[in-house]
C-alpha cells in the first residue's frame, strides 16, 4: 500500500511542476498587444515601385512608421522620443525616407523597405528658425541633393550619405524665411521671407554651389501674419496682421512686384480674421474665416478671383502631380452621416476627376487631414485613393468609395483608465452554446492528451494552439467566475471613449463624447480623468454600471468644467452637466446612495466643494459623515501642501445645498531655495490590505501603520531638478515625506544627500518603494520605506488577546499622537524607470510584487522581498526561513520576469493593476503608444489549475492507478493463497 | 628626577584623557539640539505666563567651541485660532540661533513658553469643545524674518487636548531656519469617538520637539570580490545551490521505489522459509528482525 501512495504522490506532483515562466506556446493565451502611431501629422506614398505599396507617416508623438497600404499594418516604426519633434519627411531616391526632426536640427535617412537608419547628420545654424524640407530631384554633380532650411541656414545635403555639401547663412537678425523654392528644371533656389514682418525679402541662390545670385526686397506698410500660399513657381499670397488684407506678390525674373486686394472685396459679408489655409496648390490658395472657407485663384497678374465658399467643414490635402504638368487636389466635406470626397484637377475647378461619397461612423468625428495618392486603374485612367485623419485620431484609407481599413490610432493616447465588470451571464443560455458538442470537446480534451504525452504531430500541435488562443471562453461578453473577463474602459486624449474587452483586446464600443467636444459654450475642450460613477452590486441584472468623465473648457486651471456620464455596457452618454464652476480636483467619496451611485465632491479653484449627484439623499447621506472630510493639496510650484476640511454651505448669493466652503486645516511650506516638489504617491482606494500585523521571525509581531491618508511627496534641490548629471552630488540632494493628510502630520522625513530626480513612486500597504539616481555612487537606487505603529506594539500578549483587553479593534483616529518607525533600505538598480506600479489583488493576501516599466519599454516583475528593509548580509535561520533574502547591493533583474516576454510597450506611460475575482491573480495593463494586457500571478496561481491543465491525463493516471491496485491486489490475493497451501 | 618623570607623564596622560572629553561634550551639545525641550509640570501650576526658562549655565569648553560658531538668541511666536477665528498671539518660542562655521544655521535649546488662556479664551475654547471645532495654531515658515513666504498651520480637535490640564504636543520639522511643519496635537491617543470632556485645570503643560532631517540609509556596497560580476544573477544562481535532495528527488524516488521493492523481494523471498516455522514455534533471534517489514507486507 505505501508503494501504491508513493506511486500515486509521485504522479500527482509531477503533474504540477511549478511554471517558473511563461512557455513560448503560452503567448497570446492570456495576453494581447496592440500596436499604434498616433495622430498623423504628414504623410508620404510610395507606390511607384513593384512589391508592396506602402505609406509612410510621421505623427505628432513624434514617431516615423511605415503603414502597409493594402491592410493598414505596421511594417516598421520608429520612437523619436519626447524632444524630437518631427518637422517634415519625405520619401528620397525612392528608397530612403527622410525625416528633419528637433526644430530642424537632426536630418536622418531610414532606410524604406526594413527601416534602418542610414545616415543622419546634425544641422546646426547661427539662430533658430521655422524648419524647411526640400526633396525635389535636384541633382548637382551625380548626386542627388536634399535642400533643407534650417536654424537660420541654407543647406545642401547629399542624398547618398547625409554629407552637407554646401551651406549658407542667413543672418539677418529679424529674417523669417517662409518658402524655399526651387521651380523645376532651374540650376537656382529661391528663399523668400519677411524681415521685421513688414519687409519682403527674396534671396536668388545658385543651387550648384550656394552663392548668393540676387538679394531683392520691398517694404509694405501693413505686417505680415505668417504664412504665405505659393501659387506658382514665382507668385506667393500672403495674409496682412489684420487678416483683412491679401497680398500678391511676384518676383518674376528677380524683380519683385505685389499687389494688395482687401479680403471684404472679394466677400460681400465682413469675414472676421482670415486664415490662409492651404500652402501648395498651383493657382489656388484657400482662406479660412469663422464661418466659412473660400477657395481663391489667382488669375494673371495679381487679380483674385473667388471660386467657391463652403460652410461646411471643408479639408484640402496638397497638391498631387498626376502627370505632365497636370496637378490634383482633394477636398473632404461633411455631410451628415457621409463625407464627400472630391479630387479636382488644379486648373480647372469646375470638374471633378472624383466625386465619391463614402458613409462615415459618426463616432469619429470631423475630417482633420486628407492626404491623397493616386494609381492606374485596370482601364489605363486615374484613380486615387485617400488617406484621412479623423477628430479622433484614426487613420483611415479610402479607395472606390469605401473605407480599405482603419487604425484606431487615438489609443495611443490615452489619458486615464477605469475597468468595468461584464454584463452578468443570464440563466439558460450558459452550457449548450458555449460547448458546443461533446464531440468537439472530447476532440479538444483528446488532442491536448496527445500533446502533453508528446504523441501529437506537428499538425496536432497547430491545431492545439490555435483551439487555445481562439477559445471562445475568454472573448465572451459576460462576467466570468474568475473575474478575468472585464471591460477596459480607456478615455483618449481627443475626448473619444473605449471599451476594450480584456480576454482578446477587441473595441467593444467607442464613443466620441459630445458634451466634450468643441462648441459655442466650451472652445477649447480638454479631458480630465474617469471615475467609476455607479457599480451596481444589487441590481446587477437589470442595471447598467456607468463611468464619470471629467474636463474642462480651456486649459487654465479655472475654466469651467464638464462632466459627462457613460453607460459602461453600450458607451452611451445618458447624461452630461456644464458646471457652473471649475474643476481643480475631484474626490470619490466611500459613500453610495440608494442606486448605488457613487457621490463625488468637485473641488474648484476658489477651494469650494461641490458635491455630486445632487440629489437629497446624496446630501442626507453625506451630511452624517460632513465633519469627517479631510482633503489636501498640492501646489509644486511654490512648495506648498495644504490640507482642508468642510465648513459650512456655500457662502455665496446663490443658494446651492450642494456646495460648500472650506476651512484651511493645516500647510506645509517648503523653503523654495532648498526643495522643489517633483513627486507625489498616494495609496489606491481600493487596495485591500488582508493583515495588519506582520510576524517577522523571532515570533514576534509588527503592526503595519497602514492608513489611506498617507502621502508621500518627494523633493529635490530646485537646482538638480533638471537633467541628471547637471550638478554636482554636493548641491543635489532628495528628500522623501510621508505625510498624513488629515492632520497635516510630517511621519517621516529623510534625506537622500547626493541624489537627484526623476523620482518614481509606489505607495502601497505600510510601504513605499521609490527609484531616483544617485549622483556620488552614478547609479539609479531604489530604496524601500515601511512604516510601523507603534501604539499597538503592545498587544502582543497573548492574554490581553483572549480577555480582550486591546486596542485592535477600536476605531483608529488620526489625531491620535502617531508613534511609528520607519525601516528603510537602498540598493542599486540597473535600469531607469518609465512608470511603477505594484500588483493588486482581491484580498491583498498573495504577495506583492513590484512592476517596474524599464526604459526599454518592458514590464519587469519584481519580488518585493528584494524590497525588503530586514535584509541582511547573513539573514538568522529563522529569517531565513521566513523568506528573508540575504543582502546584495543590487537588485537582480531576472530575463524570465519580464512580463511582457519579448514584446515592447512603446512610449510605455503607466502600468494599470486590477484585481481579479481570483485571489492569486491580478490583471496588468501597460499603455503608451502600444497596449499590453496580461494576468499575472506573482505567486503562481496557487489557486486554481492551469489552463493547460490535462484533465485526461489526470483521468487515465487514476484509471491505470485504480486497475493497478486491483491487479496487484488479485496477484497478492493469489500469492497468499499460494503460500498458504504450501 | 625619575618621579618628576613620572609626574609629568601623569598629568601628560590626563591631559590627554581630558582633551578628546572635551570634544565629546561638545558634541553631546549636538544631540542636545534634537532632545526635547521639556516643560514639565511645575511650570504649569503657575498661573502667569510661564517665564522662558534660562537655558542650563554652560561650561568654559562649550564657550570656547561655540566661538567658532556664533550663537544668538531669537525668539518666535506661536498664534492660535478657534475654530474660524483670526490668529491671536499664544506663546513664544525662544532658542539659541547656531551659526555653524560651513555656513549653515540651525536652531538648538528650544525653549516654549505658553501664555495661559484668558476668560474670552476660555470661553472660546469651552464653545470649540462643545462643538467639537477645531483648535489651530500657526508658526512662521522663517524663524529669522518670519512669517517667511507663508505661515505653517496645524490644527487639531479640541476635544482632543483635555485631561487633567491642557496637554499639547509639538514637533517641529525644520530645515536650517526654515520651519516645514509643526506635528500639533494632543501627546498621548485621541480615541474616536471624541467624548466631551473639560480640562481640571486650565494651564497648558506643553511637550515641543524638534526634528531635523534624518539621512537615509546608503546602500550597502560590497567589496569587489564578492561583486565579482556574478553577485548581479546572486538570485538566479541560488537556485544551483539547492541541497541533493531537491536536485535530485525525481531521480531519487524511483529509486527508492526499486530499492524498497527490491527490499520486499528479498523479505519475501526469505518468508518463503519462514512462514512453515513462525507458527509453528518460537522465532529465532534472526527472524526477529525481519518479522516487522514482513508483518507490514502481510498487512498490506
Redesign the interface.
Known sequence: ???MS??FV?FFF?SLQPILSLYEDQVGLMDWHQQYIGKVKQAVFHTHKTGRKRVVASTEQNIIATLDLRRGEIFWRHVLGPNDVVDGIDIALGKYVITLSSGGSILRAWNLPDGQMVWESSLHGPKHSKPLLLTRNLIIEKDNVLIVFSNGRLNAVSCIDGEVLWKKDFEEESLEVQQVIQPPGSGFIYVLGFAASSQFEMYKINAKNGELLKHESTAFSGRFTGEVSLVSSETVVALDSTGSILLTISFHNGKISSQQTPVSNLLEDSPGLAVIIHPSVTGIFAIKTDAATIFIRVIGEGKLEVVEKTNHETVVSDALSISEGQQAFALVQHAGSSIHLTVKPAHDWDSNLLKESIKMDQQRGFVHKVFINNYIRTDRSHGFRALIVMEDHSLLLLQQGAIVWSREDGLASIIDVTTSELPVEKAGVSVAKVELNLFEWLKGHVLKLKGTLMLATPEDIAAIQHMRLKSSEKSKMTRDHNGFRKLLIALTRAGKLFGLHTGDGRIVWSHLLQSLHKSESCRQPIVLNLYQWQVPHHHALDENPSVLVVGRCGPSSDALGVLSLVDSYTGKEFSSLSLVHSVAQVIPLPYTDSTEQRLHLLIDADKHAHLYPKTPEAIDSFQSEF?NVYWYSVDDD?G?IKGY?L?TKCSSNVADEFCFDS??????????E??KIITTATRKLNEAVHTQAKLIADQDVMYKYISSNLLFVATVAPKASGEIGSVTPEESWL??YL?DTV????LH?????GSQGPVQAVLSENWVVYHYF?LR?HRY?M?VIEIYDQ?RADNKDVWKLVVGNHNLT????S????EVITK?????F?HSLKAIAVTLTVKGITSKQLLIGTIGDQVLALDKR?LDPRRS?NPKQAEREEGI?P????L???PQSYITHSLRVEGLQSIITVAAKLESTTLVFAHGLDLFFTHYAPSRTYDSLTEDFSYALLLITIVVLVAAIFVTWIL?QRKELQ?RW? | MKWVEVIVSFILTLSFLSFPSCGFQSDELLVDDEEFGLEGAPQHRSPEPIPTRSPPVTSPTRKRHSDLDSDSKIQFSLDHAFGDSDFSPAGTFSARLKTWSHGGQTLTKLRFSRNNFSDVEKEKFKNLLESDDFYRIRLPSNVLSPPGRDFIISSVKARCLPRESLDEHFVIHMEGVNVLAVNYGSPGSCPYPRNLKLPAKWSFSSHTVLKNSEQAPRAPVFTEEILGGENAEGEVVQPAERSFWAKYWMYLIPLGLIVMNAVTQAMNMPEEQATGQVPAQGQPSAGAVQRGPSSAVRRR
Open positions: 500500500m505505501a508503494i508513493f506511486i509521485f509531477s465633519s511654490n506648498i476640511a465648513k476651512r484651511e486645516l493645516w500647510s506645509i511650506v517648503l523653503p523654495s532648498s526643495e528628500v522623501v505625510i492632520t497635516g502630520r510630517v522625513r529623510m534625506t537622500h544627500h544617485n555612487a537606487e530604496s501604539s477600536s476605531p483608529v483616529s489625531y491620535s499622537r502617531a528603510s533600505q537602498s540598493y542599486f540597473t528584494f548580509v533574502i543582502l546584495t547591493d543590487s537582480p533583474i531576472i497478492s503460500d504450501r
